[in-house]
């Protein structure tokens, strides 16, 4: 069953609780994001794409895997509208979809070293899949 | 292991007092394998200073993350469990690692201020009595600034790491959100410099202390890690420094692996432990920086 | 009995067309003391009135009840009509039927069954209305303006031109505000001092006009027309009537520890200065927490120096009582501190400057006597990167919520004057909007863009870092959709302004309402932007809300103008409804006095004549001058001998009776 885009952007603001309003577009999480340069959509469009619900190409975007939850853009945003959170409930859109997790477990041994630390592990594995 | 449990009388209910010296200690699981160093140093230097840490009896993987979806509470119960057992026992739940900081200070924020994901956790844990944010999470540097003092630190150190030059390395999960932390000043934090100095060294500054490693980006996309502990790395030598502290195990392992320099990183602790001359405790010996 | 007219309002289709009046004036036609009763479109109009009148004349009304909007539009319109009809004002009622009702109600039977309610209750009140006459007070033909700044210069230049007596009180050491700080004003860009001076000096000059500077309002009290207020003089250490402002003594000070507080801490100041050279008075200042002799009783050389022997280290604080008609409220405002906004990098590196230090640095009487050079090695900055919005607009707590409004213009002032001086320096303005609502602003900002080559790029800062000597500023390009780091050698904050801090401790003072942003509250947004709920308290300048000069110019003798007209009146007519006890019932219990917000009732010693005892009792009265009507003294008093005139209790159960029947 197709789910329609203003259903999807009424589900990602319900399970991350933004009010995507707020925005006032200055671009300050953009400009506080250190993972701008890997990623094709920005904290800023995320907000103003979800707020219009364009959220096909979101789904598409590298920006999901590219995030680093390090909240520089959540700590900077001069009105709360914590950009963070609406990317990672896309994320989830994506892979609380069956056979849509981003990181396998079989990929898994292919990408330790001896001095990996299971925290590493343990959080891609939480963000890139459920 | 030791088993203790408060006597009620002594502590006000659901309060831990700030200069009470015994703890609730969660490790996290990289803490008992990849970062022994960051555990049994952070163990030796409170032996030394007189601070008891009890180890949550089975405590599972917080998961590394904090889950920000409001709609799911399985990644939330870890978590509460850990802080429910510290909560019985009347006493703080002390962490080490920033994730595992990170993640159960944030969920113990959702339980105190968000009624939908309290009351799901409560209905599914069926507690006998309900949790609602009560345990206070502390991390060990606010353990070591808050309950022992700088100052009380200064005087126990017996091998001052006097001239040595020392960046401080934040990272992102200790500080942010700061409405939620709450440990420092996310921008211009001092705790760790403060230590520094109370370890007898010279703290350096530098403004790319509370930037991201990567974090996980290593897993699919070191080379992206790389650039970033490079930015890192290279403005705390421009400003002198000879060594670079961090309490993330994940952070300690981009800066060495994916930054790719000649400056030697530490865990605070192994340092801390040094300083303090501390012995040796369960679990391993000190490793002399 | 009373002979009463309801006239029932349409107010057009704001009340006809939910309640229906017709209906209305029948229901209440025969209500006890109604003697007519009608209906027209708008009872406030020339018609409207004038239809009132004839009534009152063809029935022989002793007074009339009004449905129509709230008593706070029309009733003084309806007391007028009265009193030009020759009734007592006080015997007019309003029931308001719109905003109470019409506009709130969707319903047209409801609201039809409650607008006849709502009138029966103003018969029932007005049966029972005695005519009132509100008495007189004197008004003293004095002004006070609190705050020495280009705003309040303005108001008292005004005030005195008019031909009344203005003092001015600043807590500085000198009159300018922060005017006086300021290099070139926008849009014009005409050298600030060169347009503040001759007003200062004409302050400073005019017979009307008395100056109390390093000097800070202590004490209010009293009401509009007689207001009473002890002004601190704080000790200069100097005496003002000896000292002829030759300046040796600033000069020879061995003590430069002091941060100058007109340079915005970039220089340091002697602890016996005078904050600039234009400062009126001219005369210095002890700093006495900087001073060598106060600190250990050593140096004293400043005394030895002084060729008129001004130099008075026993001076003392002094107490000036006055009495003034009016008060005219000019605090200003100051930038406000960025410890929340730790991502620029403010406090840690002496290159990241506000802008009111950037104005510092670029004038020619500034800590660097106007050469442009970095803080940090005084080398010429050859790229000056302005952020624009830093702790404005912001809900997240770290700033103030609102826009500061004179910062996009200062900036391309700014950014136009580096340009023009130093073609060679890059300027780049990194902004959300950019907000130029003036007469020629956004003229102004466009020559900046187009005939400057300033770049603006639309997009904000994330982060300020030190790298190499210099600063990196990385920040968002939202047109380009990238993200850039531009290698500056200054970085200019436009921090948002907020009221001075000493806005609220005034505000408590005068009882004069402010915001949460301890901005003062005007009467009305709108049509009252210079007066005070308070009255006999008016605002002028930035300390009723972020304004540039020419708003703050023209704010300035808009308040004036209101003094003028208050203390042009010979008397003033105080309200009619007051409160007063009837002293046979009053048991002496204090608890009227302790409610009262205004401080109008005091107890005192009275022979009073009971059921035939004559004896002294300790009882209530009230100062009528003062007294507001709030009735809180009608509601403390437990034996019912305080009463509101006009609202009196037996007044307030009729009401009720009327309503509940």
Request: net charge neutral.
């Given at each position: 069953m197709q789910v329609s885009e203003r259903e999807m952007a009424k589900s990602i603001l319900r399970i991350s609780g933004v009010d995507t309003k707020k925005c006032m577009k200055c671009g300050k999480c953009s400009g506080a994001c250190p993972a701008f340069g890997s990623m094709d959509i920005h904290p800023h469009q995320f907000v103003?794409?979800?707020?219009?619900?364009?959220?096909?190409?979101?789904?598409?975007?590298?920006?999901?895997?590219?995030?680093?939850?390090?909240?520089?853009?959540?700590?900077?945003?001069?009105?709360?509208?914590?950009?963070?959170?609406?990317?990672?409930?896309?994320?989830?859109t994506v892979i609380r979809r069956q056979g849509a997790n981003h990181l396998k477990p079989e990929e898994i041994p292919g990408l330790l070293d001896a001095d990996l630390p299971q925290q590493a592990i343990a959080s891609a594995f939480r963000k890139y899949s459920k | 292991?030791?088993?203790?449990?408060?006597?009620?009388?002594?502590?006000?209910?659901?309060?831990?007092?700030?200069?009470?010296?015994?703890?609730?200690?969660?490790?996290?699981?990289?803490?008992?394998?990849?970062?022994?160093?960051?555990?049994?140093?952070?163990?030796?230097?409170?032996?030394?200073?007189?601070?008891?840490?009890?180890?949550?009896?089975?405590?599972?993987?917080?998961?590394?993350?904090?889950?920000?979806?409001?709609?799911?509470?399985?990644?939330?119960?870890?978590?509460?469990?850990?802080?429910?057992?510290?909560?019985?026992?009347?006493?703080?739940?002390?962490?080490?690692?920033?994730?595992?900081?990170?993640?159960?200070?944030?969920?113990?924020?959702?339980?105190?201020?968000?009624?939908?994901?309290?009351?799901?956790?409560?209905?599914?844990?069926?507690?006998?009595?309900?949790?609602?944010?009560?345990?206070?999470?502390?991390?060990?540097l606010e353990m070591?600034?808050?309950?022992?003092?700088?100052?009380?630190?200064?005087?126990?150190?017996?091998?001052?790491?006097?001239?040595?030059?020392?960046?401080?390395?934040?990272?992102?999960?200790?500080?942010?959100?700061?409405?939620?932390?709450?440990?420092?000043?996310?921008?211009?934090p001092t705790i760790m410099e403060d230590l520094i100095r109370a370890m007898g060294a010279q703290p350096v500054v530098y403004p790319y202390r509370n930037e991201c490693c990567g974090g996980y980006i290593t897993i699919e996309n070191n080379a992206v890690a790389a650039g970033m502990c490079k930015n890192i790395l290279d403005s705390a030598v421009e400003k002198g420094a000879e060594a670079i502290i961090t309490a993330c195990p994940l952070c300690l392992y981009n800066l060495k692996k994916n930054g790719k320099h000649a400056l030697p990183v530490y865990y605070f602790t192994e340092l801390l432990a040094q300083a303090l001359e501390a012995g040796a405790v369960e679990g391993g010996t000190v490793r002399a920086g | 009995m009373q002979r009463i007219g309801?006239?029932?309002?349409?107010?057009?289709?704001?009340?006809?067309?939910?309640?229906?009046?017709?209906?209305?004036?029948?229901?209440?036609?025969?209500?006890?003391?109604?003697?007519?009763?009608?209906?027209?479109?708008?009872?406030?109009?020339?018609?409207?009135?004038?239809?009132?009148?004839?009534?009152?004349?063809?029935?022989?009304?002793?007074?009339?009840?009004?449905?129509?909007?709230?008593?706070?539009?029309?009733?003084?319109?309806?007391?007028?009509?009265?009193?030009?009809?020759?009734?007592?004002?006080?015997?007019?009622?309003?029931?308001?039927?719109?905003?109470?009702?019409?506009?709130?109600?969707?319903?047209?039977?409801?609201?039809?069954?409650?607008?006849?309610?709502?009138?029966?209750?103003?018969?029932?009140?007005?049966?029972?209305?005695?005519?009132?006459?509100?008495?007189?007070?004197?008004?003293?033909?004095?002004?006070?303006?609190?705050?020495?700044?280009?705003?309040?210069?303005?108001?008292?230049?005004?005030?005195?031109?008019?031909?009344?007596?203005?003092d001015i009180v600043e807590k500085s050491p000198t009159i300018g505000g922060k005017m006086a700080m300021l290099d070139k004003t926008f849009p014009t860009l005409d050298c600030a001092a060169c347009i503040l001076t001759p007003k200062m000096v004409d302050a400073a000059s005019h017979d009307n006009i008395k100056l109390y500077t390093y000097s800070e309002v202590d004490e209010v009290s009293g009401f509009v027309g007689n207001f009473t207020v002890k002004i601190k003089q704080k000790a200069r250490s100097v005496n003002k009537d000896l000292c002829t402002g030759c300046g040796v003594c600033a000069e020879k000070c061995p003590s430069k520890k002091a941060r100058s507080e007109f340079d915005q801490g970039l220089r340091n100041r002697g602890a016996i200065y005078i904050p600039f050279a234009q400062a009126i008075p001219n005369v210095p200042v002890i700093d006495r927490d900087a001073c060598i002799h106060f600190k250990t009783g050593k140096c004293g050389l400043c005394a030895k120096v002084c060729g008129a022997g001004a130099v008075d280290f026993g001076q003392r604080d002094e107490i000036v009582t006055r009495q003034y008609g009016a008060i005219v409220v000019?605090?200003?405002?100051?930038?406000?501190?960025?410890?929340?906004?730790?991502?620029?990098?403010?406090?840690?590196?002496?290159?990241?400057?506000t802008s009111l230090e950037f104005e510092r640095l670029c004038n020619a009487a500034g800590p660097t006597k106007g050469k442009l050079v970095r803080p940090s090695n005084h080398e010429h900055p050859k790229t000056i990167v302005f952020v624009q919005c830093v702790g404005s607009r912001d809900t997240s707590g770290c700033g103030k919520e609102y826009c500061s409004k004179i910062c996009c213009m200062y900036t391309a002032k700014h950014a136009m004057l580096v340009r023009e001086k130093y073609p060679d320096t890059q300027v780049y303005v990194l902004y959300i909007d950019v907000r130029t609502p003036g007469k020629n602003f956004d003229e102004f900002y466009r020559r900046a863009v187009e005939e400057y080559g300033v770049h603006y790029i639309k997009g904000m800062v994330g982060k300020v870092a030190e790298k190499n000597g210099r600063l990196s500023v990385q920040a968002s390009d939202l047109i380009a959709n990238t993200q850039m780091t531009l290698e500056a050698d200054m970085v200019v904050l436009a921090a948002a302004i907020e009221p001075?801090?000493?806005?609220?401790?005034?505000?408590?003072?005068?009882?004069?309402?402010?915001?949460?942003?301890?901005?003062?509250?005007?009467?009305?947004?709108?049509?009252?932007?210079?007066?005070?709920?308070?009255?006999?308290?008016?605002?002028?300048?930035?300390?009723?809300?972020?304004?540039?000069?020419?708003?703050?110019?023209?704010?300035?003798?808009?308040?004036?103008?209101?003094?003028?007209?208050?203390?042009?009146?010979?008397?003033?007519?105080g309200n009619a409804c007051?409160?007063?006890?009837?002293?046979?019932?009053?048991?002496?219990?204090?608890a009227c006095e302790n409610v009262c917000p205004y401080g109008a009732i005091e107890y005192v010693i009275r022979e009073v004549s009971d059921h035939g005892k004559r004896e002294l009792r300790r009882v209530a009265q009230v100062n009528e001058a003062i007294c507001q009507g709030c009735g809180a003294c009608t509601v403390a008093c437990p034996s019912g001998a305080m009463d509101l005139k006009g609202f009196t209790n037996l007044q307030i159960l009729a009401e009720v009776d009327a309503i509940c029947r």
């Amino acid at each position: 069953m197709q789910v329609s885009e203003r259903e999807m952007a009424k589900s990602i603001l319900r399970i991350s609780g933004v009010d995507t309003k707020k925005c006032m577009k200055c671009g300050k999480c953009s400009g506080a994001c250190p993972a701008f340069g890997s990623m094709d959509i920005h904290p800023h469009q995320f907000v103003s794409m979800v707020e219009e619900g364009n959220i096909g190409a979101l789904l598409e975007s590298k920006s999901l895997w590219n995030c680093l939850s390090c909240f520089a853009c959540v700590e900077r945003c001069p009105r709360n509208v914590e950009p963070a959170r609406l990317i990672e409930a896309v994320r989830l859109t994506v892979i609380r979809r069956q056979g849509a997790n981003h990181l396998k477990p079989e990929e898994i041994p292919g990408l330790l070293d001896a001095d990996l630390p299971q925290q590493a592990i343990a959080s891609a594995f939480r963000k890139y899949s459920k | 292991m030791r088993k203790c449990l408060k006597d009620g009388g002594r502590i006000r209910c659901g309060q831990h007092r700030i200069d009470d010296m015994e703890f609730c200690y969660y490790p996290g699981c990289t803490l008992k394998t990849k970062a022994k160093d960051l555990d049994t140093c952070a163990r030796s230097a409170a032996q030394a200073l007189g601070v008891t840490m009890t180890e949550v009896p089975d405590w599972q993987c917080c998961g590394a993350v904090y889950p920000m979806a409001r709609d799911e509470i399985a990644t939330r119960l870890a978590s509460v469990r850990a802080l429910r057992c510290a909560g019985e026992r009347r006493q703080s739940l002390l962490t080490l690692c920033s994730a595992c900081h990170h993640v159960i200070k944030r969920v113990n924020h959702d339980m105190h201020t968000d009624a939908d994901i309290r009351a799901k956790v409560n209905n599914y844990m069926r507690p006998d009595t309900e949790y609602a944010g009560e345990t206070r999470v502390v991390h060990y540097l606010e353990m070591l600034r808050d309950t022992v003092g700088f100052d009380e630190l200064r005087k126990k150190v017996k091998a001052p790491l006097t001239g040595k030059k020392i960046a401080a390395y934040y990272g992102c999960l200790l500080l942010r959100p700061s409405a939620v932390m709450q440990l420092d000043d996310p921008e211009n934090p001092t705790i760790m410099e403060d230590l520094i100095r109370a370890m007898g060294a010279q703290p350096v500054v530098y403004p790319y202390r509370n930037e991201c490693c990567g974090g996980y980006i290593t897993i699919e996309n070191n080379a992206v890690a790389a650039g970033m502990c490079k930015n890192i790395l290279d403005s705390a030598v421009e400003k002198g420094a000879e060594a670079i502290i961090t309490a993330c195990p994940l952070c300690l392992y981009n800066l060495k692996k994916n930054g790719k320099h000649a400056l030697p990183v530490y865990y605070f602790t192994e340092l801390l432990a040094q300083a303090l001359e501390a012995g040796a405790v369960e679990g391993g010996t000190v490793r002399a920086g | 009995m009373q002979r009463i007219g309801v006239f029932v309002c349409w107010c057009g289709s704001n009340i006809a067309a939910t309640v229906d009046v017709a209906a209305v004036v029948e229901a209440v036609r025969g209500e006890p003391g109604v003697v007519c009763a009608a209906d027209y479109q708008y009872m406030c109009s020339e018609g409207g009135q004038s239809a009132i009148r004839k009534a009152i004349e063809e029935y022989g009304l002793s007074g009339f009840v009004v449905c129509s909007c709230s008593p706070r539009m029309h009733e003084a319109t309806f007391r007028k009509t009265a009193a030009k009809a020759g009734l007592n004002p006080y015997m007019v009622e309003i029931a308001n039927i719109r905003e109470q009702c019409s506009w709130i109600h969707k319903d047209r039977q409801y609201a039809t069954e409650k607008a006849i309610i709502l009138t029966r209750a103003a018969v029932a009140k007005l049966n029972l209305n005695t005519p009132l006459v509100a008495g007189e007070s004197d008004v003293i033909k004095r002004a006070l303006v609190i705050g020495g700044g280009i705003a309040g210069i303005q108001t008292a230049l005004d005030i005195a031109d008019a031909g009344y007596e203005v003092d001015i009180v600043e807590k500085s050491p000198t009159i300018g505000g922060k005017m006086a700080m300021l290099d070139k004003t926008f849009p014009t860009l005409d050298c600030a001092a060169c347009i503040l001076t001759p007003k200062m000096v004409d302050a400073a000059s005019h017979d009307n006009i008395k100056l109390y500077t390093y000097s800070e309002v202590d004490e209010v009290s009293g009401f509009v027309g007689n207001f009473t207020v002890k002004i601190k003089q704080k000790a200069r250490s100097v005496n003002k009537d000896l000292c002829t402002g030759c300046g040796v003594c600033a000069e020879k000070c061995p003590s430069k520890k002091a941060r100058s507080e007109f340079d915005q801490g970039l220089r340091n100041r002697g602890a016996i200065y005078i904050p600039f050279a234009q400062a009126i008075p001219n005369v210095p200042v002890i700093d006495r927490d900087a001073c060598i002799h106060f600190k250990t009783g050593k140096c004293g050389l400043c005394a030895k120096v002084c060729g008129a022997g001004a130099v008075d280290f026993g001076q003392r604080d002094e107490i000036v009582t006055r009495q003034y008609g009016a008060i005219v409220v000019a605090t200003g405002f100051r930038p406000i501190a960025l410890d929340r906004l730790g991502e620029y990098q403010y406090a840690q590196c002496a290159d990241v400057v506000t802008s009111l230090e950037f104005e510092r640095l670029c004038n020619a009487a500034g800590p660097t006597k106007g050469k442009l050079v970095r803080p940090s090695n005084h080398e010429h900055p050859k790229t000056i990167v302005f952020v624009q919005c830093v702790g404005s607009r912001d809900t997240s707590g770290c700033g103030k919520e609102y826009c500061s409004k004179i910062c996009c213009m200062y900036t391309a002032k700014h950014a136009m004057l580096v340009r023009e001086k130093y073609p060679d320096t890059q300027v780049y303005v990194l902004y959300i909007d950019v907000r130029t609502p003036g007469k020629n602003f956004d003229e102004f900002y466009r020559r900046a863009v187009e005939e400057y080559g300033v770049h603006y790029i639309k997009g904000m800062v994330g982060k300020v870092a030190e790298k190499n000597g210099r600063l990196s500023v990385q920040a968002s390009d939202l047109i380009a959709n990238t993200q850039m780091t531009l290698e500056a050698d200054m970085v200019v904050l436009a921090a948002a302004i907020e009221p001075d801090p000493t806005a609220r401790s005034i505000g408590t003072m005068l009882t004069a309402s402010m915001d949460t942003n301890d901005f003062f509250t005007e009467a009305h947004p709108k049509l009252r932007p210079v007066e005070s709920p308070t009255a006999g308290v008016f605002l002028s300048g930035v300390c009723q809300g972020p304004k540039d000069i020419p708003e703050t110019v023209a704010q300035a003798g808009a308040a004036a103008s209101k003094v003028i007209g208050l203390l042009s009146k010979e008397k003033l007519v105080g309200n009619a409804c007051v409160a007063g006890s009837g002293e046979t019932l009053c048991n002496g219990c204090s608890a009227c006095e302790n409610v009262c917000p205004y401080g109008a009732i005091e107890y005192v010693i009275r022979e009073v004549s009971d059921h035939g005892k004559r004896e002294l009792r300790r009882v209530a009265q009230v100062n009528e001058a003062i007294c507001q009507g709030c009735g809180a003294c009608t509601v403390a008093c437990p034996s019912g001998a305080m009463d509101l005139k006009g609202f009196t209790n037996l007044q307030i159960l009729a009401e009720v009776d009327a309503i509940c029947r």
